[in-house]
């Protein structure tokens, strides 16, 4: 089985900071997800990452794809309120998906 | 509505009762998936399906049967359900197994929970 492992698992900040979530494995992916699931809901997908090396920018949030496609990184800059949620990686590899167990990041207003 | 539903949204049952999830889908993904997550875990893979009448064992396969009779459905049964398997339940579908990154889509979940 590959293992996603995410860190922080509980992140805590005041609005305006800025975070990096990780997601790391021992696993080559052939393409990596991110998700972000609110609570009572499910996870909805912000961003897939294919290639080796890859930087994907979506407004405030940039996701890069480790040299290897065994990690992943998702960087927060000046967090909102409305960031707040589980945050879930997902690998994908032989026709099946593996998550994470996820970042629950709380920005305080 | 287009999209997919999952049905009910929550579920109290007994230990050793059957139960069925039920998960619709309308945009006709060719595959669809059943997850669970519990506190302090993310999504663990229960089972798959790539097609009509194709399914395979995900992670945790174990105390549960599926079938797909129909592209749009997919439904999940606990044959005789226990305590262990109170949990909340995502239903998902995607065009492809997301092996270069198809997104997956996701039903709003269905909260078990076995007494």
């Known amino acids: 089985t590959q293992l996603l492992e995410q860190s922080p698992q509980f992140l805590s900040i005041q609005e305006g900071e800025n975070l990096t979530v990780y997601c790391n494995s021992s696993s080559v992916f052939s393409s990596l997800q991110w998700y972000r699931q609110e609570p009572g809901e499910g996870p909805v997908l912000l961003v897939t990452v294919v290639t080796g090396g890859e930087v994907k920018k979506l407004k405030r949030l940039t996701f890069q794809f480790g040299d290897a496609r065994k990690d992943s990184s998702l960087h927060i800059t000046a967090a909102q309120p409305g960031d707040t949620g589980l945050y879930l990686c997902a690998g994908a590899d032989a026709g099946k998906s593996t998550f994470g167990d996820g970042t629950t990041l709380t920005v305080k207003p | 509505d287009a999209g997919i539903t999952q049905s009910p949204r929550y579920k109290i049952t007994e230990t050793g009762r059957q139960v069925t999830l039920m998960c619709h889908q309308t945009w006709s993904h060719s595959y669809m998936f059943w997850y669970r997550q519990d506190l302090g875990h993310g999504l663990r893979l229960i089972y798959y399906?790539?097609?009509?009448?194709?399914?395979d064992k995900g992670e945790v396969p174990d105390g549960y049967v599926v079938s797909r009779s129909k592209t749009e459905n997919f439904p999940l049964t606990l044959e005789s359900a226990t305590r262990s398997q109170t949990s909340v339940y995502f239903c998902?579908?995607?065009?492809?197994?997301?092996?270069?990154?198809?997104?997956?889509?996701f039903g709003q979940g269905t909260r078990l929970t076995v007494v």
């Open positions: 399906s790539a097609a009509a009448d194709i399914t």
């Open positions: 998902a579908s995607s065009e492809s197994t997301g092996g270069f990154g198809t997104e997956a889509f």
